[in-house]
């Protein structure tokens, strides 16, 4: 009986090991020093591999962050989800004086080397838009879809 509760507990044992090792499955090494450099103090970081890019979603100073990287280690982008009273005056301007008939369901600010922009989600009864920041001077729409009724 007692060989039997060993060889379970260490079977779970391997298998909780394993579960925990396979959290950077398919992340090379360097986009791992990569992420390490620029975000030293990032902690509950989750990786997510595809073909072209590998994406990070960790926690930096008590927020969300989303980090993406090439397979060869350069970082692509880092976003993270906003609330209006963080978007730039004039957007915000932009937004209640051209949109104010919607309301808004996401809004996240991506930034790159050379860029930072903003996508936001607005929506009424008719419609669900996705509006993409042309830097700081207002928005373009991304995408239009009209709200199917039933």
């Known amino acids: 009986m007692k060989k039997r509760i060993l060889t379970l507990a260490l079977m779970l044992s391997i298998s909780l090991s394993s579960i925990f090792a396979n959290t950077r499955e398919g992340v090379n090494e360097k986009v791992m020093n990569t992420f390490k450099t620029e975000f030293a103090n990032a902690r509950d970081v989750k990786w997510e591999s595809s073909k072209d ?23 692509i982008a880092v976003s993270r989800n906003i609330v209006s009273s963080q978007l730039p005056i004039n957007l915000l301007a932009d937004l209640k004086k051209n949109y104010s008939e919607f309301w808004i369901s996401d809004l996240f600010e991506i930034a790159t080397k050379t860029d930072t922009g903003y996508y936001v989600t607005i929506e009424n009864g008719d419609f669900t838009i996705v509006l993409k920041s042309n830097g700081g001077s207002g928005w373009n729409v991304y995408k239009k879809d009209r709200k199917i009724v039933s």
Do not use: P, R, W
């Open 53 to 75: 890019f590998v994406k990070a979603t960790f926690i930096l100073n008590e927020q969300v962050l989303f980090a993406y990287y090439s397979l060869d280690g350069e970082q």
